[in-house]
């Protein structure tokens, strides 16, 4: 009994492993060893210091390992090499089948680069893509498959918590033919093919759906049906390709992991020549996706969800003080 007694007092003083002070795991009951998170996990991500030597201490659990995949453009399939892993730290990968197509030109696999068109007929640059295109989507599509399966696959296995698709998608305005042929359409279908009752509606003499034009964006005032249908036009076409494009990264990842769009612009009542001159309205695509109040607008004013409810709130507001419908607003 005398040993007993000894041994329990002794086991107080047996050393205790020593807690990863580099692992976002250690700071997290959401978090697993292997930094398998729970459903309630809140993702809390920085760019850079994705060494994950300082990055848990100060509360954050995920990090950036690369972009991926600017060789498929040139050569059809992905050799994308992400940086080594810290095996201690979380990440995302930033799939940028857009970006890929940057400088233009031809591709190897979809024919040349199909560009959107600002309103005084020239092409837009850079990452943007015409997306009424089917040889764009089929392009963004395939470079998502090559660049996921590829990322899945590399040795040693990725610790990814989530994707991020094309940074910074904010589009303007596109008077391509394919997207005025698109609106066309679409005012037939909303009209049920009576160009009177759009004629009615819009105070015009349209002879056809084929003869109307878009209106520039100087035009909202003069024109404010016909800028208002194209307008909800051009931001249901942004909410279709990424709610695609977000649904095709999560269908070629075997785990269905979360896919983000990164987005600086604000896209409603808060900055009003914004609205006019873009199409990326993260409000209505926010009305389409599930889940949404798991997203992260800003860690200050917290989940997309609640961000809608807000600007809802404000258009009702609004409304009142002027006069108006406020269930209409809503």
Excluded at 115 to 138: H, L, T
Aim: charged content about 20%.
């Amino acid at each position: 009994m005398k040993s007993l007694a000894i041994l329990a007092a002794l086991l107080p003083l047996a050393p205790i492993p020593a807690a990863d002070v580099h692992s976002p795991a250690t700071y997290s009951l959401e978090l697993s060893s292997e930094l398998k998170p729970t459903e309630k996990l809140f993702p809390l991500g920085m760019l850079g210091g994705n060494r994950f030597t300082l990055l848990p201490q100060l509360g954050f659990n995920f990090s950036e390992t690369g972009h991926c995949c600017y060789s498929f453009k040139e050569k059809g399939k992905c050799t994308c090499k992400l940086e080594n892993n810290a095996p201690n730290g979380l990440y995302f990968v930033a799939v940028w089948a857009a970006h890929t197509m940057y400088h233009g030109g031809n591709t190897a696999t979809h024919g040349p680069v199909i560009r959107p068109v600002n309103e005084q007929g020239k092409e837009q640059k850079a990452q943007w893509i015409d997306y009424f295109a089917p040889s764009m989507r089929d392009y963004i599509r395939a470079c998502v498959k090559t660049t996921v399966e590829g990322s899945v696959s590399q040795t040693p296995k990725r610790n990814i918590l989530m994707w991020n698709i094309d940074n910074e998608w904010e589009p303007l305005l596109n008077y391509s033919p394919l997207a005025v042929a698109g609106f066309q359409r679409d005012l037939e279908r909303v009209y049920k093919g009576d160009i009177g009752k759009l004629n009615e509606a819009w105070k015009t003499q349209y002879g056809s759906f084929g003869e109307i034009q878009p209106p520039k964006g100087s035009e909202y005032l003069e024109k404010p049906a016909a800028w208002l249908a194209w307008h909800d036009f051009s931001e249901n076409a942004f909410v279709d390709f990424i709610g695609s494009y977000l649904n095709w990264v999560r269908e070629f990842d075997p785990e269905h992991r979360p896919a983000v769009l990164k987005s600086t612009q604000c896209s409603s009542i808060e900055m009003n020549y914004i609205v006019r001159s873009h199409t990326a309205n993260l409000a209505k695509l926010s009305d389409r996706v599930p889940q949404l109040d798991k997203v992260v607008y800003h860690n200050k004013l917290g989940s997309q969800l609640e961000r809608v409810e807000r600007v809802r709130s404000l258009a009702r507001i609004i409304a009142q003080r002027i006069g108006g419908d406020s269930e209409l607003a809503d």
